[in-house]
T-cell receptor, first 117, second 114 residues
Framework: AQSVAQPEDQVNVAEGNPLTVKCTYSVSGNPYLFWYVQYPNRGLQFLLKYITGDNLVKGSYGFEAEFNKSQTSFHLKKPSALVSDSALYFCAVRGSYSGGGADGLTFGKGTHLIIQP | NAGVTQTPKFRVLKTGQSMTLLCAQDMNHEYMYWYRQDPGMGLRLIHYSVGEGTTAKGEVPDGYNVSRLKKQNFLLGLESAAPSQTSVYFC?????????????FGPGTRLTVL
Protein backbone atom coordinates (compact mmCIF):
# COMPACT_ATOMS: atom_id res chain seq x y z
CA ALA A 1 0.00 0.00 0.00
CA GLN A 2 1.14 3.53 -0.62
CA SER A 3 0.37 6.64 1.37
CA VAL A 4 1.04 10.34 1.51
CA ALA A 5 1.11 12.53 4.60
CA GLN A 6 0.83 16.28 4.63
CA PRO A 7 1.26 16.93 8.34
CA GLU A 8 0.10 20.55 8.34
CA ASP A 9 -3.48 21.49 7.58
CA GLN A 10 -2.44 25.11 7.25
CA VAL A 11 0.79 27.03 6.80
CA ASN A 12 0.98 30.78 7.38
CA VAL A 13 3.83 32.80 5.90
CA ALA A 14 4.47 36.51 5.58
CA GLU A 15 4.83 37.85 2.07
CA GLY A 16 8.45 37.89 0.98
CA ASN A 17 9.50 35.13 3.37
CA PRO A 18 10.48 31.65 2.25
CA LEU A 19 7.82 28.98 2.43
CA THR A 20 7.84 25.21 2.89
CA VAL A 21 4.91 22.84 2.57
CA LYS A 22 5.75 19.39 3.87
CA CYS A 23 5.04 16.00 2.33
CA THR A 24 6.18 12.54 3.31
CA TYR A 25 5.31 9.32 1.54
CA SER A 26 5.39 5.56 1.71
CA VAL A 27 5.50 3.42 -1.45
CA SER A 28 6.71 0.11 -2.79
CA GLY A 29 9.62 0.60 -5.13
CA ASN A 30 10.78 3.94 -6.41
CA PRO A 31 8.44 6.90 -5.93
CA TYR A 32 6.90 9.11 -8.58
CA LEU A 33 5.99 12.35 -6.81
CA PHE A 34 3.84 15.30 -7.77
CA TRP A 35 2.67 18.64 -6.39
CA TYR A 36 -0.60 20.19 -7.47
CA VAL A 37 -2.18 23.50 -6.49
CA GLN A 38 -5.86 24.32 -6.21
CA TYR A 39 -7.13 27.89 -6.19
CA PRO A 40 -10.62 28.60 -4.81
CA ASN A 41 -13.43 27.13 -6.91
CA ARG A 42 -10.97 25.76 -9.47
CA GLY A 43 -9.60 22.39 -10.46
CA LEU A 44 -6.10 21.25 -9.55
CA GLN A 45 -3.15 22.53 -11.52
CA PHE A 46 0.14 20.71 -11.95
CA LEU A 47 3.16 22.38 -10.32
CA LEU A 48 6.03 19.92 -10.62
CA LYS A 49 7.03 16.27 -10.51
CA TYR A 50 9.91 14.03 -9.56
CA ILE A 51 10.47 10.89 -11.57
CA THR A 52 14.20 10.38 -11.36
CA GLY A 53 17.42 12.38 -11.45
CA ASP A 54 18.25 15.59 -9.64
CA ASN A 55 16.79 15.73 -6.14
CA LEU A 56 15.85 19.39 -6.55
CA VAL A 57 12.97 19.80 -8.96
CA LYS A 58 11.94 23.17 -10.33
CA GLY A 59 8.36 23.87 -11.31
CA SER A 60 5.84 26.52 -12.18
CA TYR A 61 5.47 29.95 -10.53
CA GLY A 62 8.91 29.79 -8.89
CA PHE A 63 8.16 26.70 -6.84
CA GLU A 64 10.64 23.91 -6.30
CA ALA A 65 10.64 20.68 -4.35
CA GLU A 66 13.38 18.66 -2.75
CA PHE A 67 13.30 14.89 -2.92
CA ASN A 68 14.93 13.20 0.07
CA LYS A 69 14.98 9.43 -0.27
CA SER A 70 16.34 8.68 3.21
CA GLN A 71 13.64 10.79 4.85
CA THR A 72 10.96 9.77 2.30
CA SER A 73 10.03 13.40 1.89
CA PHE A 74 9.19 15.72 -0.98
CA HIS A 75 8.76 19.18 0.52
CA LEU A 76 7.53 22.06 -1.61
CA LYS A 77 9.48 25.30 -1.33
CA LYS A 78 9.63 28.84 -2.62
CA PRO A 79 12.30 31.40 -1.72
CA SER A 80 9.97 34.40 -1.51
CA ALA A 81 6.22 34.02 -1.00
CA LEU A 82 3.60 36.08 -2.79
CA VAL A 83 0.05 36.77 -1.61
CA SER A 84 -1.11 35.17 -4.85
CA ASP A 85 0.48 31.87 -3.74
CA SER A 86 -2.33 31.46 -1.21
CA ALA A 87 -4.10 28.24 -2.19
CA LEU A 88 -4.58 24.57 -1.33
CA TYR A 89 -1.58 22.40 -2.15
CA PHE A 90 -1.67 18.65 -2.74
CA CYS A 91 1.18 16.18 -2.76
CA ALA A 92 0.64 12.93 -4.72
CA VAL A 93 2.63 9.74 -5.09
CA ARG A 94 2.76 6.46 -6.97
CA GLY A 95 5.22 3.65 -6.39
CA SER A 96 7.03 1.84 -9.20
CA TYR A 97 5.76 -1.48 -7.83
CA SER A 98 2.13 -0.35 -7.94
CA GLY A 99 1.46 -2.13 -11.20
CA GLY A 100 0.84 -0.83 -14.67
CA GLY A 101 -2.64 0.53 -14.21
CA ALA A 102 -3.79 4.12 -14.31
CA ASP A 103 -4.98 4.00 -10.75
CA GLY A 104 -2.74 4.16 -7.74
CA LEU A 105 -1.84 7.86 -7.70
CA THR A 106 -2.50 8.66 -4.07
CA PHE A 107 -3.17 12.25 -3.06
CA GLY A 108 -2.51 13.78 0.33
CA LYS A 109 -5.24 15.60 2.20
CA GLY A 110 -3.94 18.99 1.18
CA THR A 111 -2.32 21.93 2.97
CA HIS A 112 -3.81 25.40 2.99
CA LEU A 113 -1.08 27.94 2.35
CA ILE A 114 -1.90 31.45 3.52
CA ILE A 115 0.43 34.29 2.61
CA GLN A 116 -0.10 37.36 4.71
CA PRO A 117 0.64 40.81 3.25
CA ASN B 1 -7.82 24.79 -26.36
CA ALA B 2 -10.55 24.56 -23.76
CA GLY B 3 -8.63 21.83 -21.89
CA VAL B 4 -10.93 19.81 -19.64
CA THR B 5 -14.51 20.99 -19.27
CA GLN B 6 -17.25 19.67 -17.00
CA THR B 7 -21.01 20.10 -17.05
CA PRO B 8 -22.92 20.98 -15.01
CA LYS B 9 -21.03 23.19 -12.55
CA PHE B 10 -23.60 22.82 -9.80
CA ARG B 11 -26.44 20.41 -9.15
CA VAL B 12 -28.84 19.63 -6.33
CA LEU B 13 -30.49 16.22 -6.27
CA LYS B 14 -32.97 14.52 -4.03
CA THR B 15 -32.14 11.11 -2.60
CA GLY B 16 -32.87 8.43 -5.17
CA GLN B 17 -32.64 10.66 -8.23
CA SER B 18 -30.19 9.95 -11.01
CA MET B 19 -27.90 12.16 -13.01
CA THR B 20 -24.95 12.14 -15.38
CA LEU B 21 -21.88 14.33 -15.20
CA LEU B 22 -20.16 15.03 -18.49
CA CYS B 23 -16.43 15.53 -18.91
CA ALA B 24 -14.85 16.55 -22.20
CA GLN B 25 -11.21 17.08 -23.15
CA ASP B 26 -9.75 18.44 -26.37
CA MET B 27 -6.12 17.42 -25.82
CA ASN B 28 -6.42 13.96 -27.40
CA HIS B 29 -5.51 12.34 -24.09
CA GLU B 30 -5.86 8.61 -23.70
CA TYR B 31 -6.36 8.51 -19.95
CA MET B 32 -9.32 10.06 -18.13
CA TYR B 33 -10.30 10.00 -14.48
CA TRP B 34 -13.14 10.88 -12.14
CA TYR B 35 -12.30 11.98 -8.61
CA ARG B 36 -14.32 13.18 -5.68
CA GLN B 37 -13.02 15.75 -3.23
CA ASP B 38 -14.30 15.84 0.31
CA PRO B 39 -13.10 18.17 3.10
CA GLY B 40 -10.02 16.82 4.85
CA MET B 41 -9.80 13.77 2.59
CA GLY B 42 -7.99 14.98 -0.47
CA LEU B 43 -8.94 13.47 -3.82
CA ARG B 44 -10.16 9.92 -4.18
CA LEU B 45 -10.33 8.12 -7.51
CA ILE B 46 -13.79 6.84 -8.45
CA HIS B 47 -13.26 5.36 -11.92
CA TYR B 48 -10.78 5.79 -14.70
CA SER B 49 -10.31 4.95 -18.35
CA VAL B 50 -7.16 4.12 -20.30
CA GLY B 51 -8.76 4.58 -23.69
CA GLU B 52 -11.95 4.75 -25.70
CA GLY B 53 -14.30 1.93 -24.77
CA THR B 54 -12.45 0.97 -21.58
CA THR B 55 -13.21 1.76 -17.95
CA ALA B 56 -11.95 0.52 -14.60
CA LYS B 57 -12.73 0.94 -10.92
CA GLY B 58 -10.75 3.21 -8.68
CA GLU B 59 -10.66 3.53 -4.92
CA VAL B 60 -14.33 4.44 -4.31
CA PRO B 61 -16.45 3.11 -7.22
CA ASP B 62 -19.61 2.03 -5.37
CA GLY B 63 -22.74 3.89 -6.42
CA TYR B 64 -21.20 5.22 -9.64
CA ASN B 65 -21.00 4.05 -13.23
CA VAL B 66 -18.96 5.43 -16.12
CA SER B 67 -18.76 5.23 -19.87
CA ARG B 68 -16.15 6.25 -22.44
CA LEU B 69 -17.86 5.86 -25.79
CA LYS B 70 -15.76 8.59 -27.39
CA LYS B 71 -12.13 9.33 -26.67
CA GLN B 72 -12.83 12.93 -25.73
CA ASN B 73 -15.73 12.26 -23.37
CA PHE B 74 -15.95 10.51 -20.01
CA LEU B 75 -19.36 10.29 -18.33
CA LEU B 76 -20.02 9.67 -14.65
CA GLY B 77 -23.45 8.42 -13.67
CA LEU B 78 -25.24 8.23 -10.36
CA GLU B 79 -28.14 5.82 -10.67
CA SER B 80 -29.70 6.45 -7.26
CA ALA B 81 -28.13 9.38 -5.47
CA ALA B 82 -27.45 9.24 -1.73
CA PRO B 83 -26.50 12.04 0.69
CA SER B 84 -23.06 10.40 1.06
CA GLN B 85 -22.43 11.33 -2.57
CA THR B 86 -22.56 15.03 -1.75
CA SER B 87 -19.14 16.17 -2.89
CA VAL B 88 -17.16 18.08 -5.46
CA TYR B 89 -16.41 15.96 -8.51
CA PHE B 90 -13.37 16.52 -10.67
CA CYS B 91 -12.59 15.06 -14.02
CA UNK B 92 -9.00 14.85 -15.20
CA UNK B 93 -7.10 13.60 -18.20
CA UNK B 94 -3.51 12.72 -19.01
CA UNK B 95 -1.55 11.84 -22.12
CA UNK B 96 -0.27 8.63 -20.58
CA UNK B 97 0.00 6.80 -17.28
CA UNK B 98 -0.33 8.96 -14.14
CA UNK B 99 3.11 8.07 -12.83
CA UNK B 100 5.00 9.84 -15.62
CA UNK B 101 2.37 12.26 -16.86
CA UNK B 102 0.73 15.18 -15.16
CA UNK B 103 -3.03 15.24 -15.03
CA UNK B 104 -5.13 18.14 -16.30
CA PHE B 105 -8.19 18.87 -14.22
CA GLY B 106 -11.57 20.33 -15.03
CA PRO B 107 -13.16 23.08 -12.91
CA GLY B 108 -15.31 20.66 -10.93
CA THR B 109 -19.00 19.93 -10.33
CA ARG B 110 -20.44 20.68 -6.92
CA LEU B 111 -23.16 18.13 -6.18
CA THR B 112 -25.52 18.25 -3.22
CA VAL B 113 -27.82 15.33 -2.47
CA LEU B 114 -30.65 16.14 -0.09
Amino acid sequence: AQSVAQPEDQVNVAEGNPLTVKCTYSVSGNPYLFWYVQYPNRGLQFLLKYITGDNLVKGSYGFEAEFNKSQTSFHLKKPSALVSDSALYFCAVRGSYSGGGADGLTFGKGTHLIIQP
Amino acid sequence: NAGVTQTPKFRVLKTGQSMTLLCAQDMNHEYMYWYRQDPGMGLRLIHYSVGEGTTAKGEVPDGYNVSRLKKQNFLLGLESAAPSQTSVYFCASSYGTPDYNEQFFGPGTRLTVL
